[in-house]
């Protein structure tokens, strides 16, 4: 495991006016994983990543970030790690190049800028001082300033948050690069498709503690069972259909002629009801498996939306 968060208790502030961030919370990530921690505005992201990054002291539980403590043993802990903060943290002044070369030079086996540049797609503003960079050029280079250092474990905290579409998958792609190098990942979103496009595990954080975790296909096929509708001739006879289905399969006909299976769809399943329809001499119209999605997962577990 290159990170171990056990019962982590962040506050920030004391007495009556305290903030509970990290109310008791524990997860793990593997070695040349992606494992995303997702949750809404406020539900604690941000704290978690900057306790393992060291920059925050828990006010009870423990964290192990590549076997080490992140406070004090910083100094052997930060040259393997990549650390992508939600906002700032350069010099206004500073262009964007000098900022990244900068960086580089601070590692013993830095990437190749110049190739950074070109696939972050920076080189238009390589010669502007931070703080004339738009929002996602900020954020491209932060991304960059990530990366050069080959880091071992990189924390990414919304990397993609104000991106357009061709950052987005500029930057997601550079995400599975990385896995595929075996470097370790662990990143913050609130958002459902980079979720499910990048991350082996998943933990939903909400109110500062872990409200569900697993893979992204395990979240979404779990509890909240899968839809399969289709179209028929009304009042077909559902309990002769009932029976060829496994037994965890509910069937119903919400509305005259409108069919709707939940359960495990499968291609087994879906196989069994084409054929089932066939026996019947019934056209299933507007066949469609309805896979719930991990914001579907959330509205479950919380009864509120993931974004607000
Ligand atoms: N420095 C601080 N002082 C006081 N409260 C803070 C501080 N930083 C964060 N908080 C509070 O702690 C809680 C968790 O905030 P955090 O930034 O960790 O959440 P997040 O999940 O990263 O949210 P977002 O998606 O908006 O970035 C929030 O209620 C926030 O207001």
Same mark, same amino acid.
């Given at each position: 495991m290159v990170v171990e968060v056990e019962d982590l208790v962040v506050r920030y502030g004391r007495g009556r006016s305290a903030v509970t961030a990290l109310d008791g919370l524990t997860l793990t990530a593997a070695r040349g994983q992606v494992t995303a921690v997702l949750g809404p505005n406020g539900a604690g992201k941000t704290t978690m990543v900057e306790t393992c990054e060291g920059y925050r002291r828990p006010s009870a539980g423990t964290v192990r970030v590549l076997g080490l403590d992140p406070i004090r043993d910083r100094r052997r802990l930060l040259p393997r790690l990549g650390v992508m903060p939600q906002s700032g943290g350069a010099w206004p002044g500073a262009r964007a190049e000098e900022l990244l070369r900068h960086v580089a030079r601070l590692y013993a086996h830095p990437l190749d800028v110049d190739m950074l540049v070109e696939r972050l797609d920076l080189a238009s503003c390589r010669r502007t001082p931070y703080r004339r960079l738009s929002g996602g050029e900020r954020q491209r280079l932060s991304l960059a300033m990530a990366l050069v250092g080959r880091p071992e474990l990189a924390f990414l905290d919304e *990397?993609? #948050? !104000? &991106?357009d579409p061709a950052a987005r998958r500029a930057t997601w792609e550079l995400i599975e690069e990385l896995r595929a190098d075996g470097v370790s990942v662990i990143l913050t979103t609130h958002l459902m498709d980079e979720v499910e496009r990048l991350a082996d595990q998943v933990y939903v954080v909400d109110h500062g503690v872990v409200i569900a975790s697993g893979t992204p296909a395990e979240l979404t096929t779990r509890g909240a069972a899968n839809t399969l509708r289709f179209r028929g001739p #009304?009042? &077909?006879d559902l309990r002769s259909l009932v029976a060829a289905l496994p037994e965890d399969c509910a069937v119903s006909? *919400?509305? *005259? !002629?409108h069919y709707l299976i939940v359960g495990k769809i499968d291609p087994h399943l879906l196989a069994t009801v084409t054929a089932w329809c066939a026996a019947h001499g019934v056209m299933p119209d507007a066949l469609a498996v309805e896979r719930h999605t991990l914001e579907d997962v959330f509205l479950e577990l919380t009864g509120r939306e993931l974004r607000r």
């Amino acid at each position: 495991m290159v990170v171990e968060v056990e019962d982590l208790v962040v506050r920030y502030g004391r007495g009556r006016s305290a903030v509970t961030a990290l109310d008791g919370l524990t997860l793990t990530a593997a070695r040349g994983q992606v494992t995303a921690v997702l949750g809404p505005n406020g539900a604690g992201k941000t704290t978690m990543v900057e306790t393992c990054e060291g920059y925050r002291r828990p006010s009870a539980g423990t964290v192990r970030v590549l076997g080490l403590d992140p406070i004090r043993d910083r100094r052997r802990l930060l040259p393997r790690l990549g650390v992508m903060p939600q906002s700032g943290g350069a010099w206004p002044g500073a262009r964007a190049e000098e900022l990244l070369r900068h960086v580089a030079r601070l590692y013993a086996h830095p990437l190749d800028v110049d190739m950074l540049v070109e696939r972050l797609d920076l080189a238009s503003c390589r010669r502007t001082p931070y703080r004339r960079l738009s929002g996602g050029e900020r954020q491209r280079l932060s991304l960059a300033m990530a990366l050069v250092g080959r880091p071992e474990l990189a924390f990414l905290d919304e *990397p993609t #948050a !104000g &991106l357009d579409p061709a950052a987005r998958r500029a930057t997601w792609e550079l995400i599975e690069e990385l896995r595929a190098d075996g470097v370790s990942v662990i990143l913050t979103t609130h958002l459902m498709d980079e979720v499910e496009r990048l991350a082996d595990q998943v933990y939903v954080v909400d109110h500062g503690v872990v409200i569900a975790s697993g893979t992204p296909a395990e979240l979404t096929t779990r509890g909240a069972a899968n839809t399969l509708r289709f179209r028929g001739p #009304a009042g &077909l006879d559902l309990r002769s259909l009932v029976a060829a289905l496994p037994e965890d399969c509910a069937v119903s006909e *919400p509305s *005259p !002629g409108h069919y709707l299976i939940v359960g495990k769809i499968d291609p087994h399943l879906l196989a069994t009801v084409t054929a089932w329809c066939a026996a019947h001499g019934v056209m299933p119209d507007a066949l469609a498996v309805e896979r719930h999605t991990l914001e579907d997962v959330f509205l479950e577990l919380t009864g509120r939306e993931l974004r607000r």
